[in-house]
Each structure stands twice: as structure tokens, then as C-alpha cells.
């Protein structure tokens, strides 16, 4: 009984916590090519969540292929999808094509508590994406103020250039004009 406790308590140990699986989670998108991935993950998360929640019962609820089209293409690229799956009590079996994560009888309270994180989590992704969007907007506005004070000053100068040539032509006519009027210069 003892050793069974060690085990079950290492087990326990090895399992990852919702609340830093849910945190490299939060990560994906901001830093990467393919946006898409948090939500696609998200999403797919908390469906499997939610379906066992409402399906307890049901063994296929509690079992994922790591081979299927949805967990490759929506769960594989996602940083902290596994680790969310294992924290809410999904654990590794068999290999290769066979390679699956599956969950004994589900701890209702570790599910409700993986589904509030995951929420929590949605929304704090929100909140990072508005932020992200605001300091994209403010960096914007600024380029185009520094874009249209330069575009000022080009105009200034334009103008002044404009006016010393009008100046300089000024002064040769009325040199042209000055010289025609002397009778006595004969350039």
C-alpha cells in the first residue's frame, strides 16, 4: 500500500498544473507565423473538456488519438495542448500510430477547474491581443506624425527653394533691366 502511495504520489508530482499548462498555452501566436493556433487549440479544449463533463460516462469522450486530423492539426502545434490535456487527467498510452492520450474516471472538480482556467486563459488572450493591437496602432500614429512632419518640412523647404529661385531671377531681370537702361554699359 505504501509503495502503490509513492507511486500514485510521483504520478501526482509528474502530472503539470493547470495553471502553468494554461500559461504556455497563452504564448502561442504571439511570437510566431501561423496565427490561429491559440484559438484552434482553445477551442478544441475546451469541446473535449466540456464533452466530459457533460458525457462522464462515455469512454470516447475520454480518449484521443494522437494520429486523428483534429489533435495534428489543432493540438500537435500548440504549446502547452498536451501538457493542458495531462493536467486535467489525460494520460499517454501506447505508441506509434496507436499513440493516444486517454483519462480514467474523470475528477469532475480537476475538469470544471481546467475549464475555468482555459476561460480565464481565453480571455487573458484577449486582453494581449487588444494591448498588442493598441501598441501596433500607437506605433502607427507616430510613424505617420513623424511621416507628415517631414512631409511639412520637405514643403517648407520646397517653398523656400522656390522663393530664392523666384529671388534670384528677380534680381537678374532687374540687373538685365538696370543694365539696358545705362547707356554707357555695353556688356
Not at 494522437?66 to 493540438?75: D, H, I, M
Request: net charge positive.
Amino acid at each position: 500500500i505504501i509503495l502503490q502511495q509513492t507511486a500514485n504520489a510521483g504520478a501526482m508530482s509528474a502530472r503539470p498544473t493547470i495553471s502553468e499548462a494554461v500559461a504556455i498555452l497563452l504564448k502561442n501566436d504571439l511570437h510566431v507565423t501561423k496565427s490561429g493556433v491559440f484559438r484552434e487549440a482553445a477551442e478544441l479544449l475546451w469541446k473535449i473538456v466540456t464533452n466530459i463533463l457533460q458525457h462522464p460516462d462515455d469512454e470516447s469522450m475520454r480518449r484521443l488519438k494522437r494520429s486523428s486530423k483534429a489533435f495534428s492539426a489543432k493540438l500537435a502545434p500548440a504549446k502547452g495542448a498536451v501538457r493542458f490535456l495531462r493536467a486535467v487527467g489525460f494520460e499517454e498510452h501506447g505508441e506509434g500510430d496507436e499513440a493516444a492520450l486517454q483519462m480514467g474516471k474523470p475528477d469532475i472538480k480537476l475538469l470544471e477547474e481546467g475549464k475555468a482556467a482555459l476561460k480565464a486563459c481565453v480571455k487573458e488572450y484577449a486582453r494581449l491581443q487588444e494591448e498588442a493591437r493598441r501598441i501596433e496602432n500607437e506605433a502607427a500614429a507616430e510613424k505617420l506624425r513623424m511621416l507628415q512632419q517631414v512631409s511639412r518640412s520637405n514643403q517648407k523647404q520646397e517653398e523656400v527653394d522656390e522663393r530664392e529661385k523666384q529671388q534670384a531671377l528677380l534680381k537678374r531681370d532687374r540687373e538685365d533691366y538696370a543694365r539696358q537702361r545705362d547707356n554707357n554699359d555695353l556688356r
